[in-house]
DNA sequence: ATGAAAGCGCTAACAA
DNA sequence: TTGTTAGCGCTTTCAT
């Protein structure tokens, strides 16, 4: 700035004012800083301008397991958009589920003084955050809950959801129900099974514990739990499942077998309509989850000042999938040829 | 900082190495400096210890055109982690297809000092990008040409795959093959078209010019496109489809119709194994297509000076769906319910 | 091993 | 309308 301000025979702060588009400079001295800042190839530092006013960053973070789940991407795109109305960039940063990461994902922004942060939480412990907020970086908890701090949270209703869900398969006459989850202790999952005995109780059935399966992460291990359920010696009519890679698990298993067993699965699914069979799906506006989220971050930006707010999602069953299956067997999908 | 120098009754000096963690201080001085940074909340301004260091400022952007499509949302992933192992963090921005954004969150990106960039452009110029790259601002661009500059670029081999794909066809005893594609100008679907005609040829085909479509944009559209085509009165046998969408608008016009048409496509689908359909597609590595690109822009942040090069990624066929749907009539998926 | 001084590039506040 | 001074928070350099 200073070479262009001596190109220019002027001083820095009216290379300053110029650009800045300040409106109270001489048309001249705006045309021959111009010229000798083009000429010159100068670029104002933002680093240092920031620093020097003190100034938010204009960039808030968003860290998730995993990007490439589009249940995250399609959250990170709702909350760019807001973020964008409010001229503010969004850095993403993938935990991958591995809690150590995310706490250094977390400080490391807080450290880039991000102006705050959203955070879908891994199992894990979350106090240190409750530094990093204090000390000026707000932050907005999704789909589970931080542990340890009371801070902002947007959650799913997912208690409502898995007894409605739950209750469809037993309007539909189903006493035996399996569910099929992954990690039991995940917030998310605890939930559900929640949401899942309450509506089995009011209707006053009784659980079967056996029936119970929170040992598959995968689709596949999905299905093979379904499989060994099915199996057993008194296999259940209908399926609980918690989330959606659950769901196309045991609706693989089930299309392979060709049985006749009812399908409820937590999370809507995108191709749901080239599902092999009908499905009953929990659904929510992933599109309300990410706004709401990033709306409470920029009130807090804005400096609001209130108690911690947890703000909850309301689901929708949805029905998905075809009906009636052709009697030929399904063909797996090939890998690569060539 | 002055004040955690204050409080521990050291130099800022001191203050500095201790948070740096240099070798070269006292125990006793390490403890009193640590204690009085806990206690203050004191947290170091990574802003101004870049500004002062003229350093790099550990980011790189990424500009697609909407995070929420799957391929772009794991080409963010990939070149999150390459990133990650160079301690950079991602900030990533959608252009949502407007030339006009994706120029302003270029220019956004490098006024903030990003230490390169990635982009996937949209159709427009970019030509202002040249002096931001000379400026010191690396960029690589991602599956399609820039328009107007010479630059580092990663392509997808399009013609030869759609060629691979087209013979596929050919050699399945095709002789009229529909080509379903959107915005004709856009360079992937153009080259993608330039390899169909190569392989027409090369076969000694004609190519039907009414049979080429490029109106279709949504999936919709592209089961429209279909429909059309298979109700004209010299319908096509086989469908050459540009992308991954307008594969499943044309798959899911054929297996409304159970019409038994030969469909190839370009780009694999992650749900392929539930196409209702057997589906040719033509697939490449997205894990290879980010990480190639992430590597290439961070030897030109390294230093490397060579000139902008071009990366092509392989293609591959692979087989996808299922045999033999069944007699009944499909049904539409339902909306939500409450 | 520690500290004092200078300065990174910019702008707020004031002076001219 | 323009320029001068000072300082954002940190680190580099050099002296102690």
Redesign the pocket.
Known sequence: ??D??QAA?????????V??N?????P???DRVLKAAVQLG????????D????RETATIGLVTEDLRNPFYSQLAREIEQVARSHDTLLITGSSEEDPAREQELIVELCHRRVDGLIVVPTASNHVFCRTEIDLGTPMVFLDRKPEGIEADTVLIDNVGGAAAGTERLIARGHRRIAVIGYEQDLYTIAERTRGFRAAMEAAGLEVDESLLRFGAFTTEQAAAEAAALLDGPNPPTGFFCCNNRMTVGVVEELDRRRAEVDIVGFDDIDFGKFLPMPVTLIGYSVEQFGRRAAEMLFRRIRGYRGRPQTSIIRTNLITRGRRASSPAPAVRAGAGEG
């Open positions: 700035m200073r262009v301000a025979g002027v001083s820095v702060m009216t290379v300053s004012r650009i800045n300040e409106p109270t400079v001489h001249d001295y705006i100068f670029r104002r530092n933002n680093l240092a301008r620093l020097r006013a003190g």
